[in-house]
């Protein structure tokens, strides 16, 4: 009898140090890379470690922010978010979303809708409520903001106004601090603005295009930084960089919390250790020339 009780004792506390169920993965969306061995792999960069989701998500529930850095038009990448919400949210309370595609003008119409739904009442068309723009895919971004709408946390805005940025571009406001404004930083980050406007910009107009972008860093780590914590931001891969972009912002403004940094990043493209805390790679969308309807006929 003792044996059996024994033996029922470690089977209950077995079961109360398991690990909590997560919910099920998303199926991969993008054609390319099905066959890549490093599908589905996440990795620690700092250590090299390949972890497992449960992993992942026992790390990442630790920290009091998370940055993901997204491809815009990776539906992988969209899915994968909504499950990390999804996963986190199940491990402790999350504290607040905030979303680098919401500008400060939306964060009322966001609010409204929140409180709307927390009362039961569902807009005709949720795009229009919000003034989702048009730049982003609502089909990708849809699914995460229906859920993330429907909790108890705030939604937050965390990019510039199109009147901010107009601004910024005619008059270069001047950026303190010593981690964002090193050269090899603004270095790096003038060639991807170059490179993401396809080399069409004239020279003259790149240093208010890089000054818009760290505008916005700056702008997001402030808002990651007041953000109810757990705090959760989803932007662009070069926007959360540790060697380029919000936690070099957060740095400079003292804040006393190194953010945990999640890349998702397409199987074939190489994520240089220092950039990130953590690489999850996924399937990937065919190779395009974004560049050729920009370019004048030949």
């Known amino acids: 009898m003792r044996r059996y009780l ?22 991969w969306q993008s054609p390319e890379g099905r066959e890549h061995r490093d599908l589905g792999m996440i990795r620690d960069l700092g250590t ?84 989702w723009q048009n730049g982003w895919d609502w089909a990708l971004y849809g699914p995460i903001m229906r859920f993330a709408l429907a909790q108890p946390y705030p939604v937050l ?49 790149l240093p208010a295009m890089l000054a818009v972008q760290q505008q916005r860093d700056r702008r997001m780590a402030h808002r990651v930084m007041e953000a109810p ?8 891969s070069y926007h959360v960089r540790k060697d380029l972009g919000i936690p070099l912002h957060m740095a400079d403004l003292s804040s006393p919390e190194r953010p945990v940094v999640l890349l998702l990043a397409q ?6 250790p220092g950039s990130a805390d953590y690489v999850w790679y996924t399937a990937a969308l065919p190779d395009q020339d974004y560049c050729a309807q920009m370019r004048p006929p030949s």
């Not at 914590?229 to 662009?236: M, S, T, V, Y």
């Not at 199987?267 to 240089?272: I, L, P, Q, S, Y």
Request: negative net charge; contains cysteine; glycine residues 8%.
């Open 267 to 272: 199987v074939g493209n190489e994520v240089e």
């Open 157 to 205: 805005s965390a990019n510039l106004s199109k009147e901010e940025i107009g601004a910024i571009y005619h008059q270069r406001p001047v950026l303190s601090g010593t981690q964002s404004t090193r050269e090899t930083v603004r270095a790096q980050l003038l060639a991807q603005v170059r490179e993401s406007h396809c080399g069409m910009l004239p020279e003259d107009a």
């Open 48 to 131: 090299g470690q390949a972890l497992n989701p449960q992993q992942l998500i026992a790390r990442l529930a630790g920290a009091p922010r998370v940055l993901v850095g997204e491809q815009h038009d990776n539906p992988d990448h969209h899915a994968l978010q909504l499950w990390l919400l999804q996963a986190l949210s199940d491990q402790r309370p999350q504290g607040s979303l905030l979303l680098e595609m919401l500008t400060p003008d939306q964060q009322g119409r966001v609010d409204q809708v929140q409180r709307g739904l927390q009362s039961g009442r569902y807009p005709a068309d949720l795009p229009v409520a919000l003034a």
């Open 6 to 27: 024994l033996f029922l004792m470690l089977s209950l506390a077995s079961a109360c140090q398991s690990p909590p169920t997560l919910p099920p993965l998303p199926s």
């Open 229 to 236: 914590a757990p705090a959760l931001l989803f932007a662009g």
